[in-house]
């Protein structure tokens, strides 16, 4: 018997032929998924059915097309009604509160509401936003037109307010993440790794090499940290690399975007921009060469691999000796992680660093990056762990090639931690 006859008919997208149209269990079909992941066996006989869902899940568990099925249907009906205009806006709260103030921007007939990564639109404060835009929209969606309003969100927190403006009386909680004993997905392997502050380069350096045939995403703090890092390993190690962050245009980040979806055996070095939302195929390892500010970004950092059903991954974070503190500090959130061996040797980048500093550009970008990772430190809120005042701040200068301490006034941040 094979997995798609054992496994509960309710599962199978076949099962929701009476609510869903034919085209769409087609372009399901097309994508290769037979099996709704538990997110979606959920939500989708709720949603289509007309009712108001919160879904949280895990990231990497598919509320993607928990909403959007329903979403789709919901066009589909509009368009068999013949109604005329834009079908799907897909907007940040700001930029779609902007629209709505204008007069071409008509939203009297919307019908449904998406609202995706609805923690980080409370976290980056788009709360009052949000709340305008809710009472613009024709009150209650839900209720009045007697169509869906979801929310998907990995977690709920402040939430509540806004389910009670935006819903239904009745809201359909679904969580497919209480009880469970893990915050990551089964199929993710994950571990942390110990090295002295001022060989984390070389530490990556030779990470790089035992990778080098799979297609890896490495985090960094800062921007500039993402240039010098990529700049030394492209340049002066001839390894295949690729960056991206929130400096560069919009185009520049869609190509390489594109380049590293395509590829199958590169690193990716990013800051936080390509923690949340992207999804690339095959992506066999996230390092986290600098630490994420808290549990929830370790997650979506993480999320980046192993994602769908039955889909396998590796991580690994490296922190300097006196971070260790932060694998108890996740496993609170219960995130667990495997020691991996520490390294002690490894090769000299010595004459490769001293070729690329007699560039004086490329000094200058390590100056920045050093301090880029210290700012980094600054805003970090984990004071216990991430400590400016025991750090090695000539060992932090060393690990960015610089020989000296560049002129930042450590004295300052430091002051800032007591
Ligand atoms: N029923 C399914 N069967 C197999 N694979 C699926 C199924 N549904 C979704 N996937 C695949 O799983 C991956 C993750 O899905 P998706 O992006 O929807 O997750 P998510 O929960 O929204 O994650 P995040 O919170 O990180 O945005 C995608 O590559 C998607 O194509």
Request: hydrophobic share 40%.
């Amino acid at each position: 018997m094979d997995i798609e006859e054992k496994v509960n008919p309710r599962k199978k997208f076949k099962y929701l032929k009476d609510q869903v149209s034919a085209a769409t269990l087609q372009a399901v079909k097309a994508m290769g998924f037979k099996i709704m992941t538990d997110i979606q066996a959920e939500v989708l006989p709720e949603a289509l059915d007309g009712a108001d869902v919160v879904a949280t899940a895990k990231t990497g568990s598919g509320k993607t097309l928990a909403f959007l099925i329903p979403a789709v249907e919901t066009v589909i009906k509009c368009m068999e009604k013949q109604v005329q205009g834009v079908h799907i806006v897909v907007a940040t709260p700001g930029r779609l509160f902007d629209h709505m103030r204008t007069k071409e921007f008509d939203y009297r007939n919307v019908c449904c509401l998406v609202l995706d990564e609805a923690d980080k639109i409370f976290q980056y404060g788009f709360e009052e936003d949000l709340k305008q835009i809710i009472n613009r929209l024709p009150s209650k969606i839900g209720t009045n037109i007697d169509k869906p309003c979801y929310l998907a969100l990995p977690s709920q927190k402040g939430t509540d307010a806004l389910i009670k403006s935006a819903m239904k009386e009745k809201v359909h909680n679904i969580n497919t993440d209480e009880d469970n004993l893990m915050a990551t997905v089964e199929g993710l392997k994950q571990g942390y790794a110990v090295c002295e502050t001022e060989y984390r380069l070389w530490w990556l350096h030779k990470l790089l090499k035992k990778t080098r045939n799979f297609k890896v995403m490495v985090f960094f703090s800062s921007c500039k940290s993402v240039e010098f890092h990529h700049e030394f390993f492209s340049k002066y190690c001839e390894a295949a690399v690729l960056c991206i962050h929130g400096k560069m245009s919009q185009t520049d980040r869609t190509d390489v975007i594109t380049n590293f979806y395509n590829a199958e055996k590169v690193a990716l070095f990013c800051t936080d921009l390509a923690a949340r939302g992207l999804d690339i195929p095959a992506v066999d390892w996230i390092v986290q060469f600098d630490p994420p500010s808290d549990a929830n970004e370790y997650i979506h950092r993480v999320g980046r691999t192993a994602r769908g059903m039955g889909a396998e991954g590796n991580a690994v974070i490296l922190l300097r000796p006196d971070e260790v503190e932060f694998v108890s500090y996740l496993k609170e959130s219960k995130i667990y992680l495997d020691k991996y061996e520490s390294w002690d040797k490894f090769a000299n980048l010595q004459p490769k660093l001293d070729a690329a500093m007699s560039d004086p550009q490329f000094h200058e970008l390590a100056v920045e990056a050093f301090q880029g990772y210290m700012r980094a430190f600054e805003v970090k809120k984990l004071k216990h762990i991430f400590n400016l005042i025991t750090m090695d701040v000539d060992a932090v200068a060393r690990s960015f090639g610089l020989k000296e301490r560049p002129d930042v006034d450590v004295r300052k941040l430091k002051l800032l931690e007591i």
